[in-house]
């Protein structure tokens, strides 16, 4: 089964839990959206190339330097990760 059909019957709270507790995304970010996703934050030098771990939900994980610790979070936390370029 294709997963265009899977998702066509889900709802839209379904679609929004699927890899709940399971997958993680990792993801470059800019200093300009963290005040955004993480709003308790310190304000961070703009030349500073950052990393976050966000559940698949979307909910903010990790805000790191290190794009190493985002493995090594999600690891620990047994989600399975994928990037987002």
């Not at 990792?26 to 996703?37: F, H, L, N, P, Y």
Request: contains cysteine; charged residues 25%.
């Amino acid at each position: 089964m294709l997963l265009r059909e899977v998702t066509s019957h889900l709802t839209q709270t379904e679609l929004a839990h699927l890899g709940s507790g399971e997958v993680a995304y990792i993801r470059k970010m800019g200093s300009e959206e963290v005040s955004r996703c993480f709003p308790e934050a310190p304000e961070i030098d703009p030349t500073v190339d950052l990393w976050a771990l966000f559940a698949a939900d979307g909910t903010p994980i990790l805000l790191t330097d290190n794009r190493s610790s985002t493995f090594y979070k999600a690891a620990e936390d047994e989600l399975k990760t994928v990037s987002l370029h």
